[in-house]
Protein backbone atom coordinates (compact mmCIF):
# COMPACT_ATOMS: atom_id res chain seq x y z
CA UNK A 1 0.00 0.00 0.00
CA UNK A 2 1.50 3.60 -0.94
CA UNK A 3 0.38 6.62 1.36
CA UNK A 4 0.23 9.15 -1.79
CA UNK A 5 -3.29 10.38 -0.99
CA UNK A 6 -4.89 10.25 -4.84
CA UNK A 7 -6.93 13.14 -5.49
CA UNK A 8 -11.09 12.75 -5.48
CA UNK A 9 -12.80 13.74 -8.66
CA UNK A 10 -16.27 14.29 -7.89
CA UNK A 11 -17.13 16.78 -10.57
CA UNK A 12 -16.89 15.75 -14.36
CA UNK A 13 -13.56 17.64 -16.01
CA UNK A 14 -14.70 20.34 -17.78
CA UNK A 15 -16.87 21.89 -14.84
CA UNK A 16 -15.98 25.56 -13.99
CA UNK A 17 -16.35 26.23 -10.51
CA UNK A 18 -15.79 29.06 -8.46
CA UNK A 19 -17.00 29.72 -5.08
CA UNK A 20 -16.85 31.76 -2.08
CA UNK A 21 -15.84 35.70 -2.45
CA UNK A 22 -15.52 35.22 -5.72
CA UNK A 23 -18.70 33.21 -6.39
CA UNK A 24 -20.65 36.17 -4.74
CA UNK A 25 -18.77 38.77 -6.05
CA UNK A 26 -19.11 37.09 -9.42
CA UNK A 27 -22.81 37.21 -9.47
CA UNK A 28 -23.38 40.43 -8.11
CA UNK A 29 -21.16 42.04 -10.92
CA UNK A 30 -23.51 40.17 -12.78
CA UNK A 31 -26.67 41.77 -11.76
CA UNK A 32 -25.29 45.32 -11.38
CA UNK A 33 -24.62 44.66 -15.08
CA UNK A 34 -28.13 43.89 -16.14
CA UNK A 35 -29.29 47.14 -13.97
CA UNK A 36 -26.91 49.35 -15.39
CA UNK A 37 -28.37 48.08 -18.78
CA UNK A 38 -31.62 49.34 -18.30
CA UNK A 39 -31.13 52.57 -15.96
CA UNK A 40 -30.85 55.02 -18.17
CA UNK A 41 -34.25 54.40 -19.55
CA UNK A 42 -35.92 54.96 -16.16
CA UNK A 43 -38.50 57.64 -16.38
CA UNK A 44 -39.78 60.46 -18.65
CA UNK A 45 -36.32 61.21 -19.64
CA UNK A 46 -34.86 58.09 -19.93
CA UNK A 47 -33.40 56.87 -23.10
CA UNK A 48 -34.44 54.53 -25.73
CA UNK A 49 -32.63 51.62 -26.67
CA UNK A 50 -32.47 49.60 -29.87
CA UNK A 51 -31.78 46.09 -30.11
CA UNK A 52 -31.05 44.39 -33.62
CA UNK A 53 -31.32 40.63 -33.16
CA UNK A 54 -30.05 37.73 -35.04
CA UNK A 55 -32.19 37.83 -37.65
CA UNK A 56 -31.49 41.40 -37.67
CA UNK A 57 -34.29 42.89 -36.69
CA UNK A 58 -34.47 46.12 -35.13
CA UNK A 59 -36.40 46.94 -31.88
CA UNK A 60 -36.62 50.55 -30.34
CA UNK A 61 -37.98 50.18 -26.85
CA UNK A 62 -37.81 52.23 -23.55
CA UNK A 63 -39.28 49.00 -21.96
CA UNK A 64 -37.00 47.47 -19.29
CA UNK A 65 -38.26 44.04 -19.88
CA UNK A 66 -38.38 43.68 -23.71
CA UNK A 67 -34.72 44.81 -23.60
CA UNK A 68 -33.62 42.32 -21.16
CA UNK A 69 -35.79 39.48 -23.33
CA UNK A 70 -34.25 40.36 -26.03
CA UNK A 71 -30.77 40.56 -25.17
CA UNK A 72 -30.29 36.73 -24.53
CA UNK A 73 -28.58 37.11 -21.21
CA UNK A 74 -26.65 34.00 -20.02
CA UNK A 75 -25.15 34.47 -17.10
CA UNK A 76 -27.14 32.53 -14.22
CA UNK A 77 -26.99 35.58 -11.49
CA UNK A 78 -28.05 37.89 -14.57
CA UNK A 79 -30.68 35.79 -15.97
CA UNK A 80 -32.26 35.77 -11.73
CA UNK A 81 -32.33 39.32 -12.23
CA UNK A 82 -34.26 39.19 -15.75
CA UNK A 83 -36.60 37.02 -14.18
CA UNK A 84 -37.22 40.35 -11.60
CA UNK A 85 -38.86 41.76 -14.48
CA UNK A 86 -40.90 39.01 -16.34
CA UNK A 87 -42.63 38.52 -12.99
CA UNK A 88 -42.96 42.48 -12.70
CA UNK A 89 -44.57 41.99 -15.92
CA UNK A 90 -46.15 39.40 -15.63
CA UNK A 91 -48.11 40.72 -12.28
CA UNK A 92 -48.90 44.52 -13.41
CA UNK A 93 -47.44 45.13 -16.64
CA UNK A 94 -45.64 48.05 -15.67
CA UNK A 95 -42.30 48.84 -13.43
CA UNK A 96 -40.11 46.39 -14.86
CA UNK A 97 -37.15 48.78 -15.33
CA UNK A 98 -37.86 49.56 -11.47
CA UNK A 99 -37.97 46.68 -10.27
CA UNK A 100 -34.13 45.24 -11.99
CA UNK A 101 -32.60 48.90 -10.90
CA UNK A 102 -34.18 48.34 -7.40
CA UNK A 103 -31.78 44.64 -7.12
CA UNK A 104 -29.46 45.70 -8.43
CA UNK A 105 -29.03 48.28 -6.10
CA UNK A 106 -29.63 45.92 -3.37
CA UNK A 107 -26.40 43.68 -4.42
CA UNK A 108 -24.67 46.95 -5.08
CA UNK A 109 -25.17 48.12 -1.17
CA UNK A 110 -24.61 44.26 0.02
CA UNK A 111 -21.01 44.01 -1.70
CA UNK A 112 -20.05 47.60 0.19
CA UNK A 113 -21.21 45.58 3.37
CA UNK A 114 -19.82 42.05 2.50
CA UNK A 115 -16.77 43.95 2.04
CA UNK A 116 -17.08 44.70 5.83
CA UNK A 117 -17.06 41.23 6.63
CA UNK A 118 -21.04 41.51 7.24
CA UNK A 119 -21.98 38.06 7.15
CA UNK A 120 -24.67 37.42 3.98
CA UNK A 121 -27.12 35.52 6.18
CA UNK A 122 -27.11 38.56 8.05
CA UNK A 123 -27.24 40.97 5.59
CA UNK A 124 -30.10 38.56 3.63
CA UNK A 125 -31.98 38.87 7.38
CA UNK A 126 -31.36 42.03 6.96
CA UNK A 127 -33.31 42.39 3.66
CA UNK A 128 -36.27 40.23 4.76
CA UNK A 129 -36.93 42.45 7.75
CA UNK A 130 -36.41 45.59 5.80
CA UNK A 131 -38.57 44.46 3.26
CA UNK A 132 -41.29 43.66 5.41
CA UNK A 133 -41.19 46.56 6.80
CA UNK A 134 -41.37 48.24 3.70
CA UNK A 135 -44.36 46.49 2.97
CA UNK A 136 -46.22 47.40 6.15
CA UNK A 137 -45.03 51.62 5.20
CA UNK A 138 -46.94 51.18 1.99
CA UNK A 139 -50.17 50.33 3.42
CA UNK A 140 -49.73 53.21 6.02
CA UNK A 141 -49.35 55.67 2.83
CA UNK A 142 -51.57 54.73 0.49
CA UNK A 143 -53.73 56.63 -1.25
CA UNK A 144 -57.57 55.04 -2.14
CA UNK A 145 -58.49 55.14 -5.68
CA UNK A 146 -62.15 54.44 -7.10
CA UNK A 147 -63.36 53.40 -10.02
CA UNK A 148 -65.36 56.84 -10.62
CA UNK A 149 -62.32 58.89 -10.06
CA UNK A 150 -61.51 59.74 -13.63
CA UNK A 151 -58.89 62.23 -13.02
CA UNK A 152 -56.72 60.32 -10.79
CA UNK A 153 -57.27 57.45 -13.46
CA UNK A 154 -56.54 59.60 -16.25
CA UNK A 155 -53.21 60.39 -14.14
CA UNK A 156 -52.45 56.70 -13.97
CA UNK A 157 -52.33 56.05 -17.55
CA UNK A 158 -50.44 59.68 -18.54
CA UNK A 159 -47.86 58.70 -15.98
CA UNK A 160 -47.46 55.39 -17.82
CA UNK A 161 -47.22 57.16 -20.95
CA UNK A 162 -44.37 59.60 -19.87
CA UNK A 163 -41.39 59.38 -21.70
CA UNK A 164 -42.82 56.58 -23.82
CA UNK A 165 -43.61 56.75 -27.51
CA UNK A 166 -46.77 57.71 -26.67
CA UNK A 167 -45.35 60.76 -25.16
CA UNK A 168 -46.93 63.17 -27.99
CA UNK A 169 -50.60 62.27 -27.76
CA UNK A 170 -50.49 60.49 -24.07
CA UNK A 171 -53.87 62.85 -23.26
CA UNK A 172 -55.58 61.57 -26.52
CA UNK A 173 -54.52 57.79 -25.29
CA UNK A 174 -55.11 58.30 -21.81
CA UNK A 175 -59.12 59.13 -22.20
CA UNK A 176 -59.73 56.25 -24.40
CA UNK A 177 -57.58 53.68 -21.88
CA UNK A 178 -60.15 55.60 -19.12
CA UNK A 179 -62.55 54.54 -20.92
CA UNK A 180 -61.64 51.27 -22.26
CA UNK A 181 -60.78 50.03 -18.71
CA UNK A 182 -63.92 51.59 -16.98
CA UNK A 183 -66.07 49.48 -19.97
CA UNK A 184 -65.21 46.34 -19.07
CA UNK A 185 -64.85 46.99 -14.94
CA UNK A 186 -66.64 45.01 -12.87
CA UNK A 187 -68.24 45.87 -9.23
CA UNK A 188 -69.56 43.68 -7.26
CA UNK A 189 -69.73 44.07 -3.27
CA UNK A 190 -67.79 46.70 -3.71
CA UNK A 191 -65.33 45.25 -5.11
CA UNK A 192 -63.71 45.64 -8.85
CA UNK A 193 -62.54 42.85 -10.90
CA UNK A 194 -60.89 44.08 -14.19
CA UNK A 195 -60.41 41.41 -16.51
CA UNK A 196 -57.53 42.54 -18.88
CA UNK A 197 -58.01 40.18 -21.25
CA UNK A 198 -60.92 41.56 -22.10
CA UNK A 199 -58.72 44.23 -23.76
CA UNK A 200 -57.51 43.84 -27.01
CA UNK A 201 -54.24 46.35 -27.89
CA UNK A 202 -54.19 46.36 -31.96
CA UNK A 203 -51.10 48.20 -33.85
CA UNK A 204 -52.08 49.53 -37.27
CA UNK A 205 -49.28 51.20 -39.17
CA UNK A 206 -49.72 54.09 -41.04
CA UNK A 207 -51.70 57.65 -39.76
CA UNK A 208 -51.03 59.42 -36.41
CA UNK A 209 -50.92 58.38 -32.76
CA UNK A 210 -53.69 60.54 -31.86
CA UNK A 211 -55.82 58.96 -34.54
CA UNK A 212 -56.11 56.07 -32.26
CA UNK A 213 -59.21 55.28 -31.54
CA UNK A 214 -61.17 52.63 -29.14
CA UNK A 215 -63.32 50.44 -30.65
CA UNK A 216 -65.84 48.67 -28.58
CA UNK A 217 -65.35 44.61 -29.84
CA UNK A 218 -62.33 43.00 -31.23
CA UNK A 219 -60.40 44.15 -34.48
CA UNK A 220 -58.14 41.45 -35.92
CA UNK A 221 -55.71 42.60 -38.18
CA UNK A 222 -56.44 40.47 -41.84
CA UNK A 223 -58.41 40.53 -44.59
CA UNK A 224 -61.06 38.20 -46.09
CA UNK A 225 -59.70 36.01 -48.42
CA UNK A 226 -61.87 36.03 -51.61
CA UNK A 227 -63.28 39.54 -53.10
CA UNK A 228 -66.29 38.49 -53.60
CA UNK A 229 -67.34 37.21 -50.14
CA UNK A 230 -69.06 39.90 -48.06
CA UNK A 231 -67.81 42.85 -46.43
CA UNK A 232 -70.25 43.18 -44.00
CA UNK A 233 -72.23 40.68 -42.55
CA UNK A 234 -75.51 41.85 -39.78
CA UNK A 235 -76.50 39.30 -37.09
CA UNK A 236 -72.82 37.34 -37.97
CA UNK A 237 -73.19 33.82 -36.77
CA UNK A 238 -69.31 32.93 -36.28
CA UNK A 239 -67.99 29.60 -36.73
CA UNK A 240 -64.16 29.17 -35.17
CA UNK A 241 -61.74 26.51 -36.52
CA UNK A 242 -58.09 26.01 -35.54
CA UNK A 243 -57.65 23.43 -38.38
CA UNK A 244 -57.05 24.09 -41.87
CA UNK A 245 -59.54 23.85 -45.05
CA UNK A 246 -56.93 22.34 -46.98
CA UNK A 247 -56.71 18.61 -48.09
CA UNK A 248 -53.26 17.92 -46.19
CA UNK A 249 -50.79 15.96 -47.74
CA UNK A 250 -50.84 13.68 -44.60
CA UNK A 251 -54.19 12.72 -45.68
CA UNK A 252 -53.18 11.39 -48.75
CA UNK A 253 -49.59 10.01 -48.30
CA UNK A 254 -49.94 6.71 -49.89
CA UNK A 255 -48.17 7.22 -53.78
CA UNK A 256 -50.52 7.44 -56.11
CA UNK A 257 -49.44 6.02 -59.46
CA UNK A 258 -51.58 7.76 -62.14
CA UNK A 259 -51.29 5.76 -65.70
CA UNK A 260 -54.48 7.68 -67.77
CA UNK A 261 -55.60 10.83 -67.70
CA UNK A 262 -58.91 9.83 -66.51
CA UNK A 263 -57.49 9.07 -63.30
CA UNK A 264 -56.15 12.33 -62.70
CA UNK A 265 -59.36 13.73 -63.06
CA UNK A 266 -61.05 11.57 -60.99
CA UNK A 267 -58.52 11.88 -58.08
CA UNK A 268 -59.31 16.11 -58.68
CA UNK A 269 -62.55 15.47 -58.64
CA UNK A 270 -62.34 13.39 -55.32
CA UNK A 271 -60.28 16.63 -53.74
CA UNK A 272 -62.68 19.16 -54.86
CA UNK A 273 -65.76 16.58 -53.08
CA UNK A 274 -63.63 17.11 -49.80
CA UNK A 275 -63.11 20.71 -49.95
CA UNK A 276 -66.88 21.00 -51.31
CA UNK A 277 -68.16 18.95 -47.95
CA UNK A 278 -65.72 20.87 -45.30
CA UNK A 279 -67.40 24.18 -46.96
CA UNK A 280 -71.02 22.08 -46.37
CA UNK A 281 -70.49 21.61 -43.06
CA UNK A 282 -69.51 25.11 -42.46
CA UNK A 283 -72.33 25.93 -44.60
CA UNK A 284 -74.90 23.91 -42.52
CA UNK A 285 -73.48 24.72 -38.93
CA UNK A 286 -75.81 27.92 -39.94
CA UNK A 287 -72.20 30.17 -39.70
CA UNK A 288 -72.27 33.26 -41.73
CA UNK A 289 -68.52 34.28 -40.51
CA UNK A 290 -65.76 32.07 -40.43
CA UNK A 291 -62.43 32.64 -38.45
CA UNK A 292 -59.45 29.77 -39.31
CA UNK A 293 -56.35 29.39 -37.67
CA UNK A 294 -54.70 27.58 -40.25
CA UNK A 295 -54.96 27.94 -44.56
CA UNK A 296 -58.04 27.89 -46.68
CA UNK A 297 -57.85 26.10 -49.85
CA UNK A 298 -58.78 27.99 -53.12
CA UNK A 299 -61.21 25.85 -54.15
CA UNK A 300 -62.62 25.74 -50.65
CA UNK A 301 -62.41 29.90 -50.78
CA UNK A 302 -64.22 30.00 -53.70
CA UNK A 303 -67.03 27.78 -52.43
CA UNK A 304 -67.43 29.76 -49.14
CA UNK A 305 -67.60 32.79 -51.04
CA UNK A 306 -70.30 31.19 -53.46
CA UNK A 307 -72.04 30.30 -50.00
CA UNK A 308 -71.89 33.77 -49.35
CA UNK A 309 -69.93 33.27 -45.93
CA UNK A 310 -67.21 36.09 -44.91
CA UNK A 311 -64.50 33.62 -44.48
CA UNK A 312 -60.70 34.63 -42.95
CA UNK A 313 -57.67 32.95 -42.49
CA UNK A 314 -54.33 32.59 -40.37
CA UNK A 315 -55.99 33.98 -37.53
CA UNK A 316 -53.66 34.31 -34.86
CA UNK A 317 -54.23 32.02 -31.87
CA UNK A 318 -54.83 34.53 -29.22
CA UNK A 319 -57.12 36.33 -31.76
CA UNK A 320 -59.24 33.25 -31.89
CA UNK A 321 -59.39 33.14 -28.08
CA UNK A 322 -60.60 36.48 -27.95
CA UNK A 323 -62.97 36.08 -30.57
CA UNK A 324 -64.00 32.86 -28.78
CA UNK A 325 -65.04 35.14 -25.73
CA UNK A 326 -66.13 38.05 -27.03
CA UNK A 327 -68.84 35.92 -29.07
CA UNK A 328 -69.33 32.94 -27.56
CA UNK A 329 -68.80 30.72 -30.38
CA UNK A 330 -66.55 27.51 -29.79
CA UNK A 331 -63.22 27.03 -31.21
CA UNK A 332 -63.47 23.46 -33.03
CA UNK A 333 -60.23 22.02 -34.24
CA UNK A 334 -61.82 19.10 -36.75
CA UNK A 335 -64.26 20.65 -39.46
CA UNK A 336 -66.08 17.59 -39.50
CA UNK A 337 -67.18 18.11 -35.62
CA UNK A 338 -68.87 22.05 -36.67
CA UNK A 339 -72.35 21.97 -35.43
CA UNK A 340 -74.84 24.73 -34.78
CA UNK A 341 -74.17 24.63 -30.80
CA UNK A 342 -70.40 25.97 -31.63
CA UNK A 343 -71.26 28.75 -33.32
CA UNK A 344 -71.04 32.46 -31.96
CA UNK A 345 -73.02 35.66 -32.47
CA UNK A 346 -71.50 39.22 -33.37
CA UNK A 347 -74.06 41.47 -34.27
CA UNK A 348 -71.80 43.15 -37.10
CA UNK A 349 -68.73 41.80 -38.48
CA UNK A 350 -67.36 43.98 -41.44
CA UNK A 351 -64.16 44.73 -43.53
CA UNK A 352 -62.87 47.97 -43.55
CA UNK A 353 -59.48 49.64 -44.70
CA UNK A 354 -57.78 51.60 -42.12
CA UNK A 355 -54.78 54.02 -43.06
CA UNK A 356 -53.24 51.76 -46.05
CA UNK A 357 -54.91 48.11 -45.45
CA UNK A 358 -57.79 45.99 -44.41
CA UNK A 359 -59.06 45.17 -41.38
CA UNK A 360 -61.61 43.17 -39.72
CA UNK A 361 -63.85 44.60 -37.32
CA UNK A 362 -66.46 42.32 -35.09
CA UNK A 363 -68.72 44.40 -33.36
CA UNK A 364 -71.82 44.25 -31.38
CA UNK A 365 -70.64 41.20 -29.45
CA UNK A 366 -72.22 38.90 -27.38
CA UNK A 367 -70.13 39.33 -24.50
CA UNK A 368 -70.20 43.74 -24.49
CA UNK A 369 -67.08 43.95 -22.63
CA UNK A 370 -64.67 43.47 -25.38
CA UNK A 371 -63.16 46.25 -26.50
CA UNK A 372 -60.16 47.00 -28.42
CA UNK A 373 -57.67 49.48 -28.48
CA UNK A 374 -56.36 50.42 -31.84
CA UNK A 375 -53.40 52.40 -32.02
CA UNK A 376 -51.71 54.31 -34.90
CA UNK A 377 -48.27 54.99 -35.23
CA UNK A 378 -46.06 56.20 -38.25
CA UNK A 379 -44.08 53.20 -38.85
CA UNK A 380 -43.78 49.84 -37.67
CA UNK A 381 -40.89 50.34 -34.85
CA UNK A 382 -43.11 53.97 -33.90
CA UNK A 383 -46.37 51.96 -33.66
CA UNK A 384 -44.78 48.78 -31.84
CA UNK A 385 -43.21 51.16 -29.14
CA UNK A 386 -46.38 52.73 -28.95
CA UNK A 387 -48.31 49.32 -28.04
CA UNK A 388 -46.36 48.61 -25.55
CA UNK A 389 -46.45 51.79 -23.24
CA UNK A 390 -50.55 51.73 -23.96
CA UNK A 391 -49.85 48.09 -22.95
CA UNK A 392 -48.19 49.42 -19.40
CA UNK A 393 -51.02 51.68 -18.60
CA UNK A 394 -53.89 49.04 -19.45
CA UNK A 395 -51.78 46.54 -16.80
CA UNK A 396 -51.52 49.80 -14.35
CA UNK A 397 -55.50 50.91 -14.44
CA UNK A 398 -56.03 47.39 -14.13
CA UNK A 399 -53.98 47.21 -11.12
CA UNK A 400 -54.80 50.50 -9.58
CA UNK A 401 -58.76 49.57 -9.79
CA UNK A 402 -58.59 46.11 -8.49
CA UNK A 403 -56.79 46.95 -5.48
CA UNK A 404 -58.36 50.32 -5.49
CA UNK A 405 -54.49 51.85 -4.08
CA UNK A 406 -52.13 54.33 -5.41
CA UNK A 407 -48.83 56.28 -4.95
CA UNK A 408 -47.56 58.91 -5.96
CA UNK A 409 -43.80 58.59 -8.45
CA UNK A 410 -41.62 60.55 -9.15
CA UNK A 411 -39.55 59.30 -6.44
CA UNK A 412 -41.86 60.56 -3.59
CA UNK A 413 -42.79 57.26 -2.62
CA UNK A 414 -39.10 55.57 -2.36
CA UNK A 415 -37.99 58.53 -0.89
CA UNK A 416 -40.98 58.70 1.93
CA UNK A 417 -39.99 54.78 2.33
CA UNK A 418 -36.52 55.33 2.72
CA UNK A 419 -36.86 57.85 5.61
CA UNK A 420 -38.96 56.06 7.65
CA UNK A 421 -36.99 52.79 7.04
CA UNK A 422 -34.26 54.59 8.43
CA UNK A 423 -36.49 55.20 11.35
CA UNK A 424 -37.57 51.85 11.63
CA UNK A 425 -33.67 50.45 11.68
CA UNK A 426 -33.05 52.42 14.89
CA UNK A 427 -35.12 50.26 16.81
CA UNK A 428 -32.72 47.11 15.67
CA UNK A 429 -29.44 46.25 16.89
CA UNK A 430 -25.81 45.37 15.17
CA UNK A 431 -25.43 44.54 11.83
CA UNK A 432 -28.72 43.87 10.98
CA UNK A 433 -29.54 47.58 11.60
CA UNK A 434 -26.98 48.89 8.78
CA UNK A 435 -28.68 45.88 6.34
CA UNK A 436 -31.96 47.60 7.03
CA UNK A 437 -29.62 51.60 6.47
CA UNK A 438 -28.41 49.66 3.73
CA UNK A 439 -32.20 48.80 1.83
CA UNK A 440 -33.29 52.25 2.96
CA UNK A 441 -30.43 54.07 0.83
CA UNK A 442 -30.85 51.66 -1.95
CA UNK A 443 -35.04 52.57 -2.67
CA UNK A 444 -32.85 56.26 -3.41
CA UNK A 445 -31.29 54.25 -7.00
CA UNK A 446 -35.00 55.42 -8.13
CA UNK A 447 -34.94 59.35 -7.53
CA UNK A 448 -31.13 59.32 -8.36
CA UNK A 449 -31.57 57.84 -11.23
CA UNK A 450 -34.45 59.76 -12.69
CA UNK A 451 -32.53 62.87 -11.66
CA UNK A 452 -29.27 61.65 -13.65
CA UNK A 453 -31.51 60.70 -16.55
CA UNK A 454 -32.90 64.36 -16.55
CA UNK A 455 -29.52 65.69 -16.26
CA UNK A 456 -29.37 66.90 -13.12
CA UNK A 457 -27.25 66.49 -10.48
CA UNK A 458 -28.65 63.62 -8.12
CA UNK A 459 -27.01 64.91 -4.83
CA UNK A 460 -28.38 68.02 -4.96
CA UNK A 461 -31.53 66.25 -6.25
CA UNK A 462 -31.49 63.90 -3.23
CA UNK A 463 -30.61 66.63 -0.91
CA UNK A 464 -33.54 68.58 -1.35
CA UNK A 465 -35.69 65.58 -1.09
CA UNK A 466 -34.63 64.64 1.46
CA UNK A 467 -35.11 67.98 3.30
CA UNK A 468 -38.70 67.79 1.87
CA UNK A 469 -39.73 64.54 3.30
CA UNK A 470 -38.06 65.62 6.61
CA UNK A 471 -40.34 68.42 6.81
CA UNK A 472 -43.45 65.86 6.43
CA UNK A 473 -44.02 66.63 2.45
CA UNK A 474 -45.00 62.78 1.80
CA UNK A 475 -45.37 63.02 -1.50
CA UNK A 476 -42.52 65.28 -2.41
CA UNK A 477 -40.57 64.08 -5.65
CA UNK A 478 -38.47 65.78 -8.42
CA UNK A 479 -39.99 67.81 -11.31
CA UNK A 480 -37.10 65.93 -14.05
CA UNK A 481 -37.85 69.05 -16.49
CA UNK A 482 -36.86 71.89 -13.56
CA UNK A 483 -35.29 70.05 -11.30
CA UNK A 484 -36.84 71.66 -8.43
CA UNK A 485 -38.71 69.74 -5.68
CA UNK A 486 -42.66 69.32 -6.72
CA UNK A 487 -45.77 67.54 -5.14
CA UNK A 488 -45.61 64.51 -7.28
CA UNK A 489 -49.37 64.47 -6.42
CA UNK A 490 -50.92 67.53 -6.94
CA UNK A 491 -48.55 67.25 -10.18
CA UNK A 492 -50.72 64.24 -11.05
CA UNK A 493 -47.49 61.56 -11.13
CA UNK A 494 -50.03 58.49 -10.19
CA UNK A 495 -48.98 55.29 -10.20
CA UNK A 496 -50.64 51.82 -8.66
CA UNK A 497 -49.29 51.13 -5.11
CA UNK A 498 -48.91 47.09 -6.81
CA UNK A 499 -46.26 48.41 -9.01
CA UNK A 500 -44.15 49.30 -5.53
CA UNK A 501 -45.44 46.15 -3.23
CA UNK A 502 -43.95 44.08 -6.60
CA UNK A 503 -41.18 45.32 -7.29
CA UNK A 504 -39.96 45.57 -4.13
CA UNK A 505 -40.89 41.98 -3.16
CA UNK A 506 -39.31 40.68 -5.99
CA UNK A 507 -35.79 42.81 -5.85
CA UNK A 508 -35.79 42.33 -2.40
CA UNK A 509 -36.23 38.20 -2.90
CA UNK A 510 -33.52 37.83 -5.82
CA UNK A 511 -31.08 40.09 -3.50
CA UNK A 512 -31.30 37.41 -0.81
CA UNK A 513 -31.38 34.49 -2.95
CA UNK A 514 -28.18 35.90 -4.59
CA UNK A 515 -26.71 36.96 -1.74
CA UNK A 516 -27.24 33.22 -0.18
CA UNK A 517 -25.01 31.58 -2.88
CA UNK A 518 -21.48 30.84 -2.25
CA UNK A 519 -20.49 28.43 -5.21
CA UNK A 520 -21.28 28.30 -9.07
CA UNK A 521 -20.76 25.11 -10.73
CA UNK A 522 -20.92 25.27 -14.53
CA UNK A 523 -21.34 21.68 -15.08
CA UNK A 524 -21.81 20.15 -18.86
CA UNK A 525 -19.49 20.72 -21.83
CA UNK A 526 -22.51 22.32 -23.76
CA UNK A 527 -23.42 24.89 -21.40
CA UNK A 528 -21.22 27.49 -22.48
CA UNK A 529 -21.85 30.56 -19.75
CA UNK A 530 -20.13 33.56 -20.00
CA UNK A 531 -18.07 35.20 -17.24
CA UNK A 532 -19.57 38.61 -15.83
CA UNK A 533 -17.04 40.97 -17.40
CA UNK A 534 -17.39 39.19 -20.73
CA UNK A 535 -21.33 40.38 -20.19
CA UNK A 536 -19.99 43.97 -19.31
CA UNK A 537 -18.34 44.22 -22.42
CA UNK A 538 -20.78 42.96 -24.30
CA UNK A 539 -23.71 45.53 -22.69
CA UNK A 540 -21.02 48.37 -22.54
CA UNK A 541 -21.91 48.72 -26.30
CA UNK A 542 -25.24 49.23 -25.45
CA UNK A 543 -25.11 51.62 -23.00
P1 LIG B 1 -40.62 51.28 -15.40
O1 LIG B 1 -40.25 50.23 -16.39
O2 LIG B 1 -40.04 51.00 -14.05
O3 LIG B 1 -42.08 51.57 -15.36
P2 LIG B 1 -40.38 53.91 -16.53
O4 LIG B 1 -39.40 54.30 -17.56
O5 LIG B 1 -41.80 53.78 -16.93
O6 LIG B 1 -39.86 52.58 -15.88
O7 LIG B 1 -40.25 54.98 -15.36
C1 LIG B 1 -41.02 54.92 -14.22
C2 LIG B 1 -40.57 55.99 -13.27
O8 LIG B 1 -40.78 57.28 -13.83
C3 LIG B 1 -41.37 55.96 -11.96
O9 LIG B 1 -40.50 56.06 -10.87
C4 LIG B 1 -42.27 57.16 -12.09
O10 LIG B 1 -42.62 57.69 -10.83
C5 LIG B 1 -41.41 58.11 -12.88
N1 LIG B 1 -42.20 59.14 -13.56
C6 LIG B 1 -43.24 58.96 -14.40
N2 LIG B 1 -43.74 60.15 -14.81
C7 LIG B 1 -42.98 61.12 -14.23
C8 LIG B 1 -42.98 62.55 -14.26
N3 LIG B 1 -43.87 63.22 -14.97
N4 LIG B 1 -42.05 63.19 -13.52
C9 LIG B 1 -41.13 62.50 -12.82
N5 LIG B 1 -41.09 61.16 -12.75
C10 LIG B 1 -41.99 60.47 -13.43
MG1 LIG C 1 -43.33 52.44 -16.71
Keep these: MSNNIQPVFILPEDTRRTSGRDAQHNNIMAAKAVAQAVRTTLGPKGMDKMIVDAAGDVIVTNDGVTILKEMQ ?61 AQKILQEITEKVSINNDLLLRNIAITAMTGKGAESSKEKLADLLVQAVKSIAETKNNIVTV ?13 RADSSSLISGLVIDKERIHPSMPKKVEHAKIALLDAALEIKNTEIDAKIQITDPSQLNSFLEHEERTLRLMVDKVKESGATVLFCQRGIDDIAQHFLAKAGILAVRRVKKSDLEKLSRATNA ?32 VEQCQNPKAVTILVRGGTEHVAEELKRAVTDAVGDLAAALREGTVVAGAGAVEMELAKRLRVFSRTLFGREQLAVQAFADALEIIPRTLAENAGLDPIDVLTKL ?64 LPPNAMQQRMDGMM
Design 466 to 529: RVAHDQGQRWAGINVFSGEVMDSWAAGVIEPLKIKTQALSSAAEVAELILRIDDVILGGPSKQS
Design 330 to 361: RIISNWKELTSADIGYAGLVKEEKVGEEEMIF
Design 195 to 207: DISDIKVEKRIGG
Design 73 to 133: IEHPAAKMIVEVAKTQEEAVGDGTTTAVVLAGELLKRAEDLLEQEIHPTILAKGYRLAEEE
